[in-house]
């Protein structure tokens, strides 16, 4: 993979463009893909983003987020787009198989690839340009920069800062985490100082569900956390019939793995939900245990140090119980 400034260059004349990201969209990657196309039109690009899944109502809000294409519901329209474009941006994943069934094509495809990413251990190879830096608090922070470094700030108008500032808020926990680095507050000063109102943001990404969602966190506190002290982790086990019961949809799951952090002494909480295609797990961590390696040891996952995903194609009662035998052996935790 070659530097992303050895792209610049094919930048300077209008190319056709198509910039996907992770399935079920977070707000970075959702942002980071808004506000790199409208930065790219605003330059007389035609871009078109591709979602390769659906993603939730707290991102829906987002200027351009009607015109994402749903690879799932459409995608003869998008493997078309695919064939004809001359660069493909790839935001806020590290390799193809994080994009689910649109995964193949991305490898088929002839186009320029291009990869802007956070995570750790990105699949190099799959990329022909591209930046991959692990410090980043968020991939929206690295659009922020692109735009930086090709001298464009003055196009950063209020649409595009609240993509970013979504993406910042998103990755950094409302700025919580060690990834909000001053360069990311540096970053917030300048997007305010072109008019940002951040509250419209973190009332779009955070008051923006319905009543049973609500119910659905009180009831999943109550019956369906056990808290493992001596191993100061916490786990959150979700049955299918809870997911259908309180009516849950994309989206109403995020952050529910939080809430068992607030607890003294929890250092790690884990999450698995029972989805129709697979178990998929969410880790969080404080401190020394690195849930990138956790999850890519034993759940077929990744991510960052502290925030990582996995899936397993067991049954959920297995997959719990491979959990708890496998937990006991994390000395990082005792
Ligand atoms: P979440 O728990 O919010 O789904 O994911 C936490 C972090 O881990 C995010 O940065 C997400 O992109 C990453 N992640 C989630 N699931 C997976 C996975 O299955 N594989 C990899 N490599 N990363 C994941
Ligand atoms: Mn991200």
Known sequence: MKPISELFPSLSSP?????????????????????LCQY???????????????????????????AVINY????????????????????????????KSLAEKLAKVSCIKILIDHHQEPD?????????????????????????????????????????????????????????HAGVHAIVADLKSRGLDHGRIHEGLYD?????????????????????????TALITIPKSDLLKFQIKTGD??????????IQGIKMVALVIDRDEERKWSFRSKGSFDCNTFARTYFEGGGHFNAAGGRSSDSIEQTVARFKEVIKTQSSLF
């Open 208 to 232: 923006n569900f319905l009543e049973n969602r609500l119910r659905f966190i009180g009831h999943v506190l109550l019956h369906r956390m056990e808290i493992f002290y001596e191993y100061n």
């Open 253 to 262: 799951t995020d952050g529910l793995v939080n809430y068992p952090q607030s």
């Open 124 to 180: 190099l190879p799959s990329f022909h340009f591209g930046v991959s830096d692990t410090s980043k608090s968020s991939t929206s922070e690295m659009i922020y920069d692109l735009i930086k470094e090709a001298g464009d700030l003055s196009l950063i108008d209020i649409s595009i800062s609240e993509c970013i500032y979504a993406g910042l808020v998103g990755d950094t926990g409302s700025f919580r985490f060690a990834s909000a």
């Open 72 to 99: 799932e519901k459409q995608k003869d329209k998008a493997d078309s787009i695919l064939d004809n474009t001359e660069l493909l941006f790839c935001l806020d994943f590290n390799a193809f198989h994080r994009t």
């Open 15 to 35: 190319k056709k463009v198509v910039i996907t990201t992770h399935q079920k969209p977070d707000a970075d990657a959702m942002g980071s893909s808004l506000a």
């Open 40 to 66: 790219l039109t605003k330059k007389g690009h035609n871009v078109t983003v591709i979602s390769p899944t659906n993603w939730a109502g707290w991102v829906s809000w987002m200027n351009g987020a009607s």
